[in-house]
């Protein structure tokens, strides 16, 4: 058997190839190269599949984020609440209606308005 670690402790992935032969000193000094060549690609094909899921979910944040500043702004001038006071009202309306803020928030931006009454689902 050959075993390899995969350093991959910047992305918090602990990883490894082993390779399994039938037969005992199956493996050369040939083969522990190419083991290693192939666990090297391994790693950066990992890390780099882990660093696009972290900049998709990055840009998700980001967009969310965004309406959910947008939706703030469209409560605060009409009701003559604080930026604390309209997040609040999004939170409420979030948890009341058992939808994710993003979605409550882009309900306000749509609508210019905002429904707290426990559960309602506009």
Same mark, same amino acid.
């Given at each position: 058997m050959l075993s390899y670690r995969m350093h991959l402790e910047a992305a918090g992935i602990i990883g490894g190839l082993n390779i399994y032969a039938e037969k005992t000193r199956a493996f050369g000094e040939r083969d522990l190269a190419e083991g290693l060549l192939l666990v090297t690609h391994a790693a950066q094909a990992l890390a780099a599949s882990h660093l696009r899921g972290g900049a998709h979910n990055l840009e998700r944040a980001l967009a969310s984020n965004r309406d959910i500043g947008t939706a703030i702004g469209v409560l605060m001038a009409p009701h003559k609440l604080g930026r604390e006071q309209a997040f609040d009202l999004l939170r409420i309306a979030s948890q009341n209606t058992n !939808?994710?803020?993003?979605?409550?928030? !882009?309900d306000v931006i749509d609508t210019g308005t905002i429904d707290v009454t426990p559960g309602h689902r506009s």
């Open positions: !939808r994710k803020l993003n979605e409550v928030a !882009r």
